[in-house]
C-alpha cells in the first residue's frame, strides 16, 4: 500500500518536472506581464512539491486496487480502448453503420459470461439505436456505409 | 427584477412544451442512472453533454440539470432495499433505510425519502431564489484579485475537503490546472503544449476529458465487477403510506437537513455527500432514541435525504450568480453554457433572466416529475433493477464514442477520449479522484485570466490579495486549507 502511495508520489514529481522543462520553452514573463508560460511553470513547481509530499507522508490506501482487481478489470480495459479505437479508425472510412456495430462488438468483451449469439444480437441492436438517433435524430454529417 | 415578475417570465420559459419535454427526460435519466449502482450524475452528464449542444442554452442547462437532481431522488432507491448506494451521498440512506427494508417497511422508506427530497428540493430552491440577487450584486463589486481567490478557494476546498487523500486531490488539480493550458494563450496567442497537433489550438475537449474520464473509466471498473443478482420486488403503493407518527417524527428532521445542506450545498467544495453525513450526526445527537439510528430510524432518512437535495439546489448559487462552480458536476454545467456562448458571472441573472427564472421553474417542475416518478411508478425502477443492466456497457461506450466525434466532427476528439479513459483508469488505481481534475480543467483558465489581470493591475505586487478583509479572509482559508491537506497525514502518521 505504502509503496503504491511512492510510485503515485514518483508519477507527480515526473509530471510536474517534464511540465517544467515543457514550460521553460515559453516566455515566463514578468509578475505585471505573466507570458504564457508563468502559469504552467507555476502549476510545475506545485506539482512536484505535493508529488513529494504524497511519496513521503501519504498513506491514503483508498481506491487502491489488489492485483486480483486489476487482473479482472485488464480485460474491460482492452476491451474498452479496442472498441474506442475501432470507432476512431472506422468513423470517417467506413460509415455510420459499420463503425457502430463493430465497435459494440468489441466493446461487449468487457463483459465475460455472455454467449457470442448475445454478443451479436447485443451489437445489431446498438447499431440500430445508433442510425435512429445519429442519422435520423441529431443528422450527424456521416454516411451510413461508407467515406 | 421582482419575484413575482421573475416567477411569471420563468414559467414562460420552463412551460414551453420544448423545456418541459426536456426537464422531464432529465429526470427520467437521472433517476434511471441513480436507480442503477455504478454510473453516478458526473457520467451520465459527461455522456449526454455533447447531444445538449443541439438545444438552446437554457433547455440543456434544464436537460443537465434535471439528470443531477433526479440521480439524487434516485440514488436512495437501491440504497433503500438492496444497501446499494446508487451514488456516493446515498450511502447514508443505507443506515437506516435497509434495516426499515428489513422490517418489512421499505415502501415506507421509499415514500418518506422522496418527500425528504421534495421537501429539501423545495427549502433549497427557495434559498436559491432569495440569495441569488444579493450575491450577484457581491460578485459586481468584486476585484480581478478576488476571483483568483475564490476559485482557489473552490480548488483547494474540493480536493481537501471530500473523502480520500487531500494530497492526491490536490494534486488532480494541478494536474487539471494543466491540460487547462493546453491550447492558444488567450493573453498572447502563442499556442502551449499544442506538440504541432492544429486540433489542440482550441485546447484539450472538455467532452472528451469528461467522458473519458468518468464514462469510460466507469465502464471498465463496473463491466469487470461480478454481477449480482438483485431482486427488490412486493414494494405495493398500500405498503408505502407511512404511520401519522412516521410523518411526526420524519417533519423536523426534514426541515433541519434542508437547512444544513442549504448552507453546506452553497459552499465550494462541500456538497451534498457531507452534508447527507453531517445532518445524519445532528439527528442522532438531538434525538432522544439516539440508539434507533442504524436500526431503521425514520429521523436519519428524513434528514440525509432533505440535505442531499437541498444542497443540490443550492449549489446554482454560487454557479449562477459569481461563475464559480462548488464541484464537478456544477463545472460541467458550466462548461456546457461557456461552450453555448454564455459567461457565467455576476451579470448572468441580470442579462439572462429568461434562462434563470426559466431554471428556476423548470426545477420545480422536476422535482413534480419525480414525486411521481418515485412514488406511483416505483414497480418500474425496481423491474429495472432485477434486469442484467449490465448490456447497456457497450452501448454506452459507442454513445461516448458518437458523443466525442459530434463536437467537432472530427476523429481526434475519439482518440483523445480513449487515451483519457485510459488515463482516468490508471489514475483510479493510485486513488486518484477524477472529480477535482475536471474542476481544475475548467476553471484553470478563468484562474489564469483572473490572476494576470490582478497582478496587472497591481503591477505585480502580491499585497494585492491581501488588501482588504475579504482578500485576507480567502487567503488565510486557502494557506489553512492547503497546510491541513499536508498536514494531515504527517500528523496522522505519529497519532
Known sequence: ?147 | MGLIDGLSLGIDVALSRVNVAYCFLGVLIGTFVGVIPGVGALAAISMILPLSFYLDPTTAIVLLAGIYYGTVYGGSTAAILLNLPGVPSAAVACLDGYPMTRQGRGGVALFLTTMASFVGSMLGLAALVFFADAISDIGLSLRPADYFLLMTLGLVAAAAIPTGSPLKGLAMVFIGLAMGTVGTDIATGMARFTFGVPELLDGLSLVALAMGLFGISEVIVTSSLPRRRASAGGITLRSMIPTRQDLREGAMPMARGAGIGGLFGALPGVGGTIACFISYAVEKRLSRHPEKFGHGAVEGICASESANNSAVQTAFIPSLTLGIPGDAVMALMLGALIIHGITPGPLLIEQQPGMFWGLVVSFILGNIFLVILNIPLIGIWLKLLSIPYHFMFPAIIVFICFGAFSVNGNAFDVWALGALGALGWMLSLFGFQPAPLLLGFILGPMIEENLRRALQLSRGDFGTFVNDGLSVSLTALIVVLVLLAVLKPVLGRRG
Open chain 1, 1 to 147: 500500500m505504502i509503496r503504491m502511495n511512492q510510485l503515485a508520489g514518483g508519477l507527480c514529481l515526473l509530471a510536474g518536472l517534464v511540465l517544467a522543462a515543457l514550460a521553460m520553452a515559453m516566455p515566463v514573463g514578468s509578475l505585471s506581464r505573466m507570458g504564457p508560460g508563468f502559469l504552467p511553470l507555476a502549476i510545475a513547481g506545485g506539482l512536484c512539491m505535493i508529488g513529494v509530499c504524497i511519496a513521503l507522508f501519504d498513506r491514503d490506501a483508498t481506491g487502491i486496487a489488489r492485483p486480483a482487481e486489476i487482473r479482472s478489470q485488464l480485460r474491460a480495459l482492452a476491451a474498452v480502448l479496442g472498441a474506442v479505437a475501432l470507432f476512431a479508425l472506422l468513423v470517417d472510412r467506413a460509415g455510420l453503420v459499420p463503425t457502430s456495430a463493430l465497435s459494440a462488438f468489441a466493446a461487449s468483451f468487457a463483459m465475460r459470461d455472455i454467449s457470442w449469439t448475445a454478443r451479436v444480437t447485443l451489437s445489431a441492436v446498438i447499431a440500430v439505436i445508433c442510425i435512429a438517433i445519429f442519422h435520423f435524430g441529431l443528422r450527424l454529417p456521416v454516411p451510413l456505409i461508407g467515406a
